[in-house]
């Protein structure tokens, strides 16, 4: 069997895969290195700015790691060691030891993962990314930690597909496992989508999306919490009936996900949220996201071109 980036990739026990490597540097996050410790420090100002910032517009900040499957499934390696203390996500929670509302507004996923690591599969074996079951798992904290009520969304799956993940893909012939596929969705109403989902849902190419897409979702059913939030997050987040987005808008009045590590600050002042949620993958802790970001700006610069091309050509005065 070959395998393309096999530096990438960890075989561990019972067909768990895990990312090793890559532009993030995954297991190198787990030591004691200058710049890892820099990068939890820039994380510690990160957080306690957007609680003071987003206490100033009246709302609360939600800070959410996604761990990594290094930092939840570490008795499932084989042969590769990970000192999990060492994980950017609980050194950021003890960085923020005496900064308490910064503190209380970082959730702490990890314990609650490893609890629950056995019961369920809270990844795919064969992708780096969480199954349902993380999923909700993640989804029931965050009520909690903001006061809302969960509801009850696990249904049996509508479709099972035999998958390959983003890790089993790598092999040759590819690795695969069956993922069961649940609609979240149910009362939630999409209102708005920013133009590069519109275009490229329409191309048959939403797999394509990625930072810079913006959704908004309303539920006027009976019982949702009556709270606008906005979510900043990542592919762990996305928008997909079968994702946390959906979670978050079959729960909220009113979602607005954008796609995006950094916060758009002049969004929120726009919009004037009851919650803020920033969702950031563990991994992705190896980069510092720059909170001046600006969906517009970004997204015109992004995708414009793509759009003018995908716009229809003017009609011709002979052809009117």
Not at 45 to 51: C, T
Not at 283 to 298: I, K, N, S, V
């Amino acid at each position: 069997m070959e395998i393309e980036g096999a530096e990438h990739v960890h075989v561990g026990r019972d067909g768990w895969l895990f990312l090793t490597a890559g532009s993030n540097n995954v297991v190198g996050q787990f030591s004691r290195s200058r710049l890892m410790a820099r990068r939890v420090r820039g994380w510690k100002r990160l957080v306690i700015a957007r609680v003071r910032g987003c206490a100033r517009l009246g709302c609360p900040y939600l800070h959410v790691i996604v761990p990594e499957k290094l930092t939840v499934y570490d008795h499932r390696l084989d042969g590769l060691k990970v000192r999990v203390r060492l994980s950017p996500a609980l050194r950021l929670r003890r960085a923020l030891f005496w900064h308490r509302r910064a503190r209380r507004a970082c959730l702490d996923l990890v314990g609650a993962f490893r609890a629950e690591r056995d019961a369920h599969d809270l990844y795919y074996r064969t992708d780096s990314h969480w199954s349902f079951e993380g999923c909700e798992t993640a989804y029931r904290l965050i009520c909690a930690a903001c006061g809302a009520a969960p509801k009850d969304l696990r249904t049996e799956p509508h479709e099972w597909l035999e998958r390959a993940g983003d890790l089993g893909g790598k092999f040759t012939p590819p690795r695969t496992e069956p993922w069961p596929i649940r609609r979240i969705q149910r009362d939630a109403v999409r209102v708005h989508a920013s133009p590069i989902v519109h275009l490229r849902e329409r191309l048959g190419r939403a797999d394509t999306l990625h930072v810079g897409s913006h959704v908004i979702y309303r539920n006027a059913s009976p019982g949702t919490d009556p709270r606008k939030v906005v979510l900043f997050g990542d592919s762990y987040a996305h928008f997909a009936p079968i994702m946390l987005t959906a979670l978050i808008a079959e729960t909220f009045a009113e979602v607005h996900f954008i796609w995006s590590s950094s916060l758009d600050w002049h969004y929120l002042e726009r919009v004037r949220p009851d919650l803020v949620i920033g969702q950031v993958a563990e991994r992705f802790m190896f980069q510092l996201p720059d909170d001046r970001f600006d969906l517009e700006a970004y997204a015109a610069e992004r995708f414009g071109l793509e759009l003018q091309a995908a716009e229809p050509a003017p009609m011709k005065a002979a052809d009117a």
